[in-house]
C-alpha cells in the first residue's frame, strides 16, 4: 500500500508552483502580487476568473513568498468533507437509521427547506438530528449534530483500514489518531500512512446501536463477518502507547507491569491485561501532570472502543457533493463502514465567520508581517447576509488580517466588499503555456507523450490547467500520453466518430448510423446528454463540410432532444429520433463527407 502524501500521488498538487515566479502565465497578476511582497503589506484581495486558472495556487504561492515555507501557520484555509457513500448511524427525533451522507442531502437538502450559502458551501440546520460521538470517559454516546454541510471538490482519498473497511473524505479532514505517547492527535487525512491508529467502535457495541434500526438488520451480517471486522477483543490496543502511558506513573503500579505485558499478544497489550494494571495503581499516588496520563489508559481501557491500523491511502476524482457536520462540544463523531472517529469537521460556515476567523485574527502575528491570511474559497456562493457579516470582519480586523476572496463570478460578491479589495482578474491559460507546461510534467515523470495528445488535452480543459494535469495524469497511467489514451480517460468518443456517426445520418444511412451510436455508447460508456455535446461541438467544427443553414438547423434541434433528455425522455429513442431527423435534414442539403 501507497505511503505518499496527496501532494506526491496528484501531480496537480507535486507540481503546484510554490513561489509567485513559478507560475505559468497570468504576467500581469504576478507583477502586481510580486509588488505587494517587496512592500510587505497589502490590501484585501478578490480573485476572479475560470476553474483553473491559478486562482488558488496564487493565494498559496503568494502567502509562501510572504511567510516562507511554514506559511499555512499564517494561513486560515476553510474546507473538509466526507464522501456522500460514508455511512453515518444518526437518531433522527426518536427514529435510529444507518444513513449515508446522500440519505442525509435528499432528507435535509430537499426542496423547500432553508438552505444557507456560505462560501461555497451550502448549510442546513437539522431538526433533531444526533449522531454517535465519544466522551471523556470513553463511552460511546449520542451528540447533537447543529449544521449538515455540503460542497463540491474534485478530489478525494480513501484510507485503507486494518478490518477491510474504507474510509472516504477529503484530504484535509481531520482524523482522531492515537499516537506512538497514547494519547489522541488530530492529522490530516493527506498525512495518513500506513501503521498509524484509528480509534474505532468495538463490534459488539456498534452492532448494538445498528440493531435498533430494524430496517437495517441485513447490515448486521456485514458487521459480524470476522473477515471484516476482528472480533478479538484481546488485542484491540497496540503495544508502545501504553508502555507510554505507563512509564510516568510506573511507581504507582503495584504489580511487575513489564512482565505481565511481555507476556501478552506481541505489539499488542489485551484489555484485560490494561484492566488488571488499572486495578493494581495506587490512584493516591498519582498527582499533578501524572494524572493525564492515568486518565488517558483509563480512556483506551473503554469498553466501547477499539483502535485499528491504517493500511494504506488511495487518491480518487471526485464529482459529487462531500458533506460535513458540525458537532458543538464534542468536536468529534464517528463515520464509515466500520466507525471510525473524525474530528468535527465544520470549517466553511456560519460559526467560522463569527468564530473561527475572529479567534484566528486575534491570534500571535508572524515576526515580520504585520498580519495573517484568510482565504475563503468560492466566494460568489456566499448569500448577501453572509456577505454582509464577512464585510464586518474584513473592517474589523483589517490591521491584524487580510482576506483573498476567491470567485468565478465577482458579480455576485457585494459592493462594499468588493470596494474593499484590490481586484485581479484571471483569464484561460495560453494554449501554447498549457501545451509547454505538460510537455515539463512528462520529462519529469519520464511519460511518452505526442504533441498532438497534448493539445487535445488542452482542447477538452479549454484553458483549466488543474484539469488539463489531471488529465495528463490519468493518461499516463495507461503507458502513454497518446490521443486515444486521452480521449479514452475523459469518456469521450473521438471527434472524428461522431462526425462519422453525423456524415452517416446525414447521407441517409440511418441503420449505420444507429449502429454508430450505439457502438459510441457502448464502448465509451457514454450519456445521451453526453453525444449531444460532442455532436454540438462538432457541428460548428470545420472538419464537417456542410452548409450554414445546416448547421442552424441541426443546433436547433440538438438543443429539443436536450431539453427532453434532461426532462428524462429515453436516451436511445431520443437519440435515434435525432439520427432520423438528420436523415430528413440531409434530403435537403448536399453534405460532404469530412476529411479524416
Known sequence: ???KTLAELLWVEKYRPKSLSEMVNQEDVVKRLQQFIKERNMPHLLFAGPPGTGKTTAAHALAHDFYGPDYRMYMLELNASVSPNTPILVRIYDDIRLLTFADLDRIYFSEGRNVVTVGGSEYVIPQDLNTLSVGTDGRVRWARVSYLVRHRTTHILKVLIQDGSVIELTGNHSIITLDDSGFLKEKKASSLKPGDYLISIKPEVWSTYVALDRRYRDHLNLIHDDDLIPTNNNTTIPLRPIVNLLKPIERSIKVDWESLIRSDFEGYVGRDVILELIDSIDVKGIEGSKKLFYNQLRWLASPDLQVLRVEGVEVLSNECYVYDVSIPGHEMFFAGITPILLHNSDERGIDVI??????????????????????????DNMTADAQQALRRLMEMYVEVTRFILIANYPSKIIEPIQSRCAVFRFVPIKKEDVVSRLRWICGNEGVKCDVEAL??????????????????????????VTVSNVYKVVGLAHPREVREMIQLALDGKFLEARDKLRDLMITYGLSGVDILRQMHREIFSSELKIPEALRVEIADYLGEIQFRLVEGADEEIQLSTLLAKLVLLGKAAKAVKPSK
Open 455 to 480: 493539445e487535445v488535452i488542452y482542447d477538452i480543459s479549454e484553458g483549466d490547467m488543474r484539469k488539463a494535469i489531471n488529465i495528463l495524469q490519468a493518461s499516463a497511467s495507461l503507458g502513454e
Open 1 to 3: 500500500m501507497s505511503s
Open 354 to 379: 463569527r468564530g473561527k476567523v475572529k479567534e484566528f485574527s486575534r491570534s500571535k502575528l508572524p515576526a515580520n508581517i504585520p498580519f495573517k491570511i484568510v482565504l475563503l474559497d468560492e466566494a
